[in-house]
């Protein structure tokens, strides 16, 4: 049932609206407040679904009260409609309409246009109302999908950082996004020195052509490829290394910021004058997006 609160500094006003409301409108509950401060505290706690508001009272008017009340998180949403003794004073219902009012009355009050006005306002609170709780449950369902998110990037970063593997993150330019502390242990390199700087800058010259070529190959369908590559350590020292690649963002149209984790058994094999002593052409194997 609907809750109308009426406030007007006169008794004899409010025990009349009162009896015209619960006639045309049976079911409704109807509140009073004689003062503008009193109002206040009334819509606060009753939370009522219309204001009917006077705007001749004395020390708070009308005016005021519907500022505060549309200023106000708590009693913001309610509609106002603002009753006026002078039925042609386009200042006020102006100025009532700036500060938030949502519509205004002429005294006397023709009950079937006060009926109607309601009936628009509640229509109007309860979409209102509809739509503030679809936003509420948006922004927790957000939140909560933010929270697991959030507890499974920790997790997976957790088993990133304490794995011997080496994962790195790069992205359609092959710049390193992120890197494993063993794949900067295996560098000699640290964290700061790498983050920024291209893949290929650390692959041995003679392997780069083919590995950044594998890196482009996972931009197209079926997004799998193979590399093996030599690493270039700090001291310049060789080791040989075979990636398995996972795409995190197949499919990706903007082609940016799109990422490629690698993971590699981090073997150094045999060397020789800086060459591995592994044929020249990769072993075969898959990067599985």
Request: aromatic share 4%; charged share 30%.
């Amino acid at each position: 049932m609907p809750k109308i609160l009426a406030i007007d500094d006169k008794p004899d006003n409010l025990v009349t609206l009162s009896a015209l409301l619960k006639n045309m409108m049976p079911g409704c509950t109807v509140a009073t407040a004689q003062s503008g401060m009193e109002g206040l505290r009334e819509a606060k706690a009753g939370q009522p679904d219309v204001i009917l508001l006077d705007v001749k009272m004395p020390d708070m008017d009308g005016f005021e009260t519907c500022r505060r009340l549309t200023a106000d998180e708590t009693t913001r949403h309610i509609p106002v409609i603002m009753v006026t003794a002078i039925k042609t004073d386009s200042r006020s219902r102006i100025k009532g309409l700036e500060i938030g009012a949502n519509t205004f009355l002429a005294k006397p009050i023709d009950e079937y246009e006060l009926v109607s006005q309601i009936k628009v306002a509640l229509r109007i609170k309860k979409a209102e109302d509809a739509l503030r709780r679809e936003r509420d449950s948006l922004e927790d369902l957000v939140e909560e999908r933010t929270a697991v998110l959030r507890e499974s990037e920790a997790k997976y970063r957790l088993l990133v950082e304490n794995q011997t593997d080496m994962v790195v993150k790069m992205d359609t330019e092959g710049r390193l996004l992120f890197v494993s502390p063993s794949y900067c242990r295996t560098l000699g390199r640290t964290e700061k020195d790498l983050l920024g700087q291209t893949f290929s800058a650390f692959v041995h010259q003679e392997d780069r052509g083919r590995a950044l070529e594998a890196v482009k190959i996972l931009y197209a369908p079926p997004h799998t490829a193979c590399v093996e590559h030599r690493a270039l350590t700090q001291k310049g020292s060789c080791g040989f290394h075979g990636f398995t690649p996972q795409s995190s963002t197949a499919g990706d149209s903007s082609r940016r910021s799109s990422a490629r984790a690698g993971t590699s058994p981090g073997r150094n094999r045999g060397r020789r004058n800086g060459k591995s002593s592994r044929p020249s052409s990769p072993r075969p194997g898959k990067w599985n997006p």
